[in-house]
């Protein structure tokens, strides 16, 4: 069994990521039917278990979520993948489960982009993102590499995280711009790409204000009480979920306006369907992906990170 470390995770190009989510997608795999996580309340906080499987492979994520963490220098998130492979179902790999997240959500986000976004990327296009944290820097990287970036606004409360992670991603050679939430009104008013990365309990923006060509990602919440967009976007956006299931269960962008009347159930697309062409998106106003998380997407990932670390260590796949 292979030990993957979050180095290793490190090295996968994230266009690989996101084409493994696409071919999954493609070759028939229903997020409708994935396995809804589980949460354990423990002593200190959370455990998320989250199973999957898919032809050959199967897998389960095993994440801890300590709210207490933070404060002592510790990751609120922690845990381990375990990939389990062939007929027999033997375990063929342990795999960083944090890195495996931080890889794996921008890579959904990136594909929704991918198919969300006018005239299919076009650029050069504008960037923001809302949060200083790894989903920011994940997120923010994938725009990166995969889209022509004329420039990255970034939003974030912690000033000094802001600054780090502002000059982490100036090193692209790309200018980036930065900002506190209540200065945010131009950030969002000119960017083609918005990615909403942060645990705010509430909406970060003024819907209206997003340009009627933009795409907006809301990835930070999996709450049905939490939300970072607001009903004016929801009422003029076409909303894209992982799965309808999934966003009913636990994404507040779609649950608190689905119970207002803003939006309705059949009004959804499902990721799947816009990738493989099921589903043509309403034209005329922004396109906005809700994401919260899902065990296919681990399992999708996971195995294509699998599969480059035995090539590159062993020499075959």
């Known amino acids: 069994m292979h030990l993957i470390s979050g180095d290793d995770v490190a090295e996968i190009p994230i266009r690989n990521a996101v084409d493994a989510l696409e071919t999954a997608l493609r070759g028939g795999l229903d997020p409708e039917q994935d396995t809804p996580r589980s949460r354990v309340t423990t002593q200190a906080g959370e455990l998320l278990v989250m199973p999957s499987t898919q032809g050959t492979f199967s897998g389960v994520k095993l994440l801890s979520s300590t709210p207490d963490n933070p404060r002592h220098g510790l990751p609120l998130i922690q845990g381990a993948f375990i990939l389990f492979e062939g007929p ?5 790999a342990i795999i960083d489960g944090v890195a495996l997240t931080n890889l794996r959500t921008p890579a959904v986000s990136a594909l929704a982009v991918r198919h969300l976004l006018p005239g299919k990327g076009a650029g050069p296009l504008r960037l923001t993102v809302f949060g200083t944290g790894p989903q920011a820097r994940g997120h923010a990287e994938a725009m990166l590499a995969l889209h022509e970036i004329s420039e990255v606004s970034l939003v974030g409360r912690d000033s000094a995280r802001r600054d780090r992670l502002a000059a982490h991603l100036a090193d692209t050679g790309v200018p980036v711009r930065v900002s506190g939430p209540d200065a945010s009104a131009a950030a969002v008013a000119q960017a083609d790409i918005i990615c909403c990365c942060t645990s705010a309990p509430a909406p970060l923006f003024d819907g209206t204000l997003v340009k009627a060509d933009a795409v907006v990602v809301a990835i930070g919440s999996h709450s049905p009480r939490m939300r970072e967009v607001d009903d004016r976007l929801v ?42 062409g099921s589903a043509q998106l309403s034209t005329g106003g922004p396109r906005l992906f809700k994401g919260t998380g899902m065990p296919w997407q681990d399992l999708v990932v996971g195995a294509e990170i699998y599969r480059s670390y035995v090539t590159a260590h062993d020499g075959a796949p």
């Open 235 to 276: 009422n003029r956006a076409s909303v894209v979920v992982e799965s309808r299931a999934s966003a009913l269960r636990e994404a507040g962008d779609v649950v608190i306006p689905l119970a207002a009347g803003v939006v309705r159930e059949e009004d959804l697309y499902a990721l799947r369907d816009v990738v493989t």
């Open 88 to 92: 027999e179902q033997r375990a063929a």
